[in-house]
């Protein structure tokens, strides 16, 4: 699929997966701090502590204070005097208090004025222009939002009735009869209303009971300043994971946007070479993808170079043997002599075989590199390869060709990783390489040996040798140097090709020498092989 590079977007989608992924988690993060439901309930519990030691405190001031003695001797709390201490130790706080009878009657409201009948509510009003800021409100909005999510909303509402008694709270219920309690309710608007109520007692007896309410304001004020001050950090560690993933992104994003590129222009260069982006620098995985692809990139176009070289050398090999029979199939036509038409016939079937041998010269080669290249490579014993390959030759050798001697490192197990019919063809190449240069009566030896993690195998033979300067040449495809005498087109010249192609395959090398004495004379050739060894 071909990208049109004028539509791309401007961020990758790498980027932007990567800017997802990291700012999910903390924006993830930055919520859950938000919420602080665990400090919340410190501070509620906190509060309602303090409020309980101040309705202790005012308890115990009505009952020493506004408590008289009848006739009978028994105690009874004085409702005005109880409500002028209760509307005087409260102004110093931002409470309210309420005191009730036993009976449950309302007897002060530190936000009323009066007794009974006609009351008049105090309320305190915020400061002029002085409202609750966006960021204020969003934030309550969102707690508020996840408290009923997990469940924490679970608080009864607040009210207040025209005609107030204490069986409208639990908790002065509970402190009538002697028992103090709290509780936390959500008023209308949406804050919350902390209470506590203790009885008013004198020497174990109930006078009354004394509720203590306030609302959350403060609370509210700690919780928007931690929420504000996690948003800050929120908002710097947003800005730096923002700039981390974008510098993330480009140092991921950008080298393989690049690369793809690169693999385009190669996959489109039909006629032109198109070089790999070179990030060897970077000490990471994308810089081994591009080496790996440089790499490639160049195997590539070695190896198509490889096929045009062998598709040229191909056609010049055939064409000689072809343009051979026409000549002699155009000739044939004009001859009379039934001699000379022998001769062409012969030279005929010369050019078929060898042009039979040069075909499948030429498939065997280029099968080599697929099959191995699909081949599962195990272990091969190469010192017992060698030691059959001399026993099969001894038992074939005939009357005039060399014999086979075998020279292996004693006790060393010579093992290499390969395919072992690849391996066969590399030695039985070579060994017939070796016969062909070989005198009559004369030794092939095979020798093998280890050292430094390789196995060297030797073919060596005593032949003219190679010609100077020709050690690596002989490996070429088509190689024409042979001995004198022997008839023309029996080789096709591929044998040590196709052995080069084999060994290098199996991650060695192969190479060609002369053998020498100590004057200098050539006593034959050598051919080293060199493998890893298992």
């Known amino acids: 699929m071909r990208i049109d590079h004028a539509k791309r977007p401007r961020l990758s989608r790498i980027t932007r997966r990567i800017l997802a992924v990291n700012v999910l988690a903390l924006v993830i993060l930055v919520g859950g701090l938000l919420f602080l439901g665990q400090y919340q309930r410190s501070l509620i519990q906190t509060e309602l502590f303090a409020l309980q030691l101040q309705a202790d405190t005012y308890a115990a001031a009505v009952a020493e204070v506004a408590v008289t003695v009848d006739q009978f001797a028994s105690e009874e709390m004085v409702p005005e005097l109880a409500a002028r201490i209760i509307r005087r130790v409260i102004e110093t706080t931002d409470a309210r208090a309420r005191l009730y009878q036993l009976d449950g009657t309302l007897v002060a409201d530190s936000r009323t004025l009066g007794m009974t009948g006609s009351r008049v509510t105090i309320e305190e009003l915020p400061p002029t222009g002085e409202q609750p800021g966006i960021l204020s409100r969003m934030l309550e909005v969102y707690h508020r939002a996840l408290s009923r999510l997990f469940g924490l909303e679970a608080m009864e509402p607040y009210q207040e009735s025209p005609n107030p008694r204490a069986e409208d709270y639990a908790e002065v219920v509970a402190a009538i009869g002697g028992d103090e309690d709290r509780a936390v309710r959500i008023a209308p608007d949406g804050g919350l209303i902390l209470s506590v109520a203790v009885p008013v007692q004198r020497y174990k007896k109930v006078l009354g009971a004394l509720m203590l309410s306030k609302d959350s304001a403060e609370i509210d004020a700690a919780m928007y300043q931690v929420r504000l001050d996690i948003l800050k950090m929120f908002g710097v560690a947003l800005a730096v994971t923002v700039l981390l993933s974008l510098y993330l992104a480009g140092t991921i994003a950008q080298p393989l946007l690049h690369l793809a590129a690169a693999a385009r222009k190669v996959r489109g260069g039909v006629h032109e070479r198109h070089g790999i982006p070179d990030f060897g620098r970077r000490n990471d995985e994308i810089g081994e993808l591009a080496a790996s692809l440089k790499e490639m990139n160049e195997a590539l176009w070695q190896r198509m170079d490889a096929i045009e070289s062998f598709a040229a050398d191909v056609a010049h090999e055939i064409k000689n043997p072809l343009t051979s029979?026409?000549?002699?199939?155009?000739?044939?036509?004009?001859?009379?002599?039934?001699?000379?038409?022998?001769?062409?016939?012969?030279?005929?079937?010369?050019?078929?075989?060898?042009?039979?041998?040069?075909?499948?010269?030429?498939?065997?080669?280029?099968?080599?590199?697929?099959?191995?290249?699909?081949?599962?490579?195990?272990?091969?014993?190469?010192?017992?390869?060698?030691?059959?390959?001399?026993?099969?030759?001894?038992a074939t050798r005939g009357r005039d060709g060399p014999a086979l001697a075998l020279d292996l490192a004693a006790d060393v197990p010579l093992a290499v990783r390969g395919v072992e019919g690849r391996l066969v063809q590399v030695f039985r190449n070579l060994i017939a390489n070796a016969?062909?240069?070989?005198?009559?009566?004369?030794?092939?030896?095979?020798?093998?040996?280890?050292?430094?993690?390789?196995?060297?195998?030797?073919?060596?033979?005593?032949?003219?040798?190679?010609?100077?300067?020709?050690?690596?040449?002989?490996?070429?495809?088509?190689y024409s140097a042979r001995p004198e005498g022997e008839k023309f087109g029996i080789h096709s010249g591929l044998g040590l090709s196709i052995s080069r192609q084999i060994v290098a395959a199996h991650g060695g090398t192969i190479r060609a020498q002369n053998r020498r004495d100590e004057t200098g004379r050539i006593l034959g050739a050598r051919f080293l092989v060199l493998l890893p060894a298992a």
């Open 435 to 478: 016969q062909s240069f070989s005198p009559p009566g004369g030794t092939i030896t095979l020798g093998a040996g280890a050292a430094d993690g390789m196995v060297t195998a030797t073919v060596e033979d005593e032949g003219p040798g190679i010609p100077e300067g020709d050690e690596n040449a002989i490996f070429d495809r088509f």
């Open 325 to 394: 029979i026409r000549s002699a199939v155009e000739t044939i036509r004009r001859v009379e002599d039934p001699a000379q038409k022998e001769k062409l016939m012969a030279i005929i079937a010369d050019d078929i075989q060898r042009l039979d041998r040069l075909i499948s010269d030429i498939s065997a080669a280029s099968r080599v590199d697929a099959e191995l290249s699909r081949a599962k490579l195990e272990p091969v014993r190469l010192d017992r390869l060698l030691k059959t390959m001399v026993e099969v030759h001894r």
